[in-house]
């Protein structure tokens, strides 16, 4: 079965650059999670869309924004990169419903050096 | 953690003991889920419990839900040395957002 695709796997970049992470949902779910998970620490909830508006925003800096576009795969643009934005980015995506589960991606390593 | 402490924050077993951990909350929930993840590696999802639910199996995994004391506990039996990770609670309130607990590392000896 299909699962959530995100790339890329890794990403190196340098502090103040851009980068963009992509994630690709399971066929026909409608609603896609971004969590930022830093080393050592759990998984926190960033944004998340459903039929490409945005749903939900959590503790996401003003610095990173976020789209889902109408083949309802969804970009996260993160700006002016911090040494402390160095983390695993999960996508999840779901049939939105409270009682239904998320599926994650693999993740994203970003590395700010 | 947005949401609460899960307990032990490390255990380690010998292959074929069962595993105990333990998840606090702080808000009302619709649900609880717990997930795994192996090092560095993508969130599994294992299991969901309704907030009208006390209890729920699966496979080797036995889950355990009070909301009067917002707590949940997961129990694996019979434990392998594959199930070596980190186990997270998270739950669900209002919104479809996961909030995670701080997470369990389970270290199984062969």
């Known amino acids: 079965a299909a699962g959530v695709i995100q790339s890329p796997r890794h990403l190196i970049k340098e502090k103040r650059e851009t980068a963009t992470l992509k994630c690709y949902p399971i066929?026909?779910?409608?609603?896609v999670y971004w969590y930022q998970q830093g080393p050592g620490q759990d998984p926190q909830f960033l944004i998340s869309?459903?039929?490409?508006?945005?749903?939900d925003k959590g503790s996401i800096p003003d610095r990173f924004s976020a789209q889902q576009f109408s083949d309802y795969h969804s970009e996260l643009n993160m700006s002016s990169l911090e040494l402390g934005d160095s983390a695993l980015y999960f996508c999840?995506?779901?049939?939105?419903?409270?009682?239904?589960?998320?599926?994650f991606g693999p993740g994203t390593r970003l590395t700010v050096l | 953690s947005q949401q609460g402490e899960e307990d032990p924050q490390a255990l380690s077993i010998q292959e074929g003991e069962n595993a105990t951990m333990n998840c606090s909350y702080k808000?009302?929930?619709?649900?609880l889920q717990w997930y795994r993840q192996n090092s560095g590696r993508g969130l599994v999802h294992l299991i969901l419990?309704?907030?009208?639910?006390r209890e729920k199996h699966s496979g080797r995994l036995r889950v355990t839900l009070d909301t009067s004391k917002k707590s949940s506990s997961l129990l694996i039996t019979a434990s392998r040395a594959a199930d070596t990770a980190s186990y997270f609670c998270a739950t669900v309130w209002n919104t479809d957002k996961l909030i995670f607990g701080t997470g369990t590392r389970l270290q199984v000896f062969p």
């Open positions: 808000t009302s929930i619709n649900n």
């Open positions: 999840a995506s779901s049939l939105a419903a409270l009682n239904n589960e998320q599926f």
């Open positions: 066929p026909r779910h409608d609603t």
């Open positions: 869309f459903y039929e490409k508006m945005q749903s």
């Open positions: 419990i309704r907030s009208n639910e």
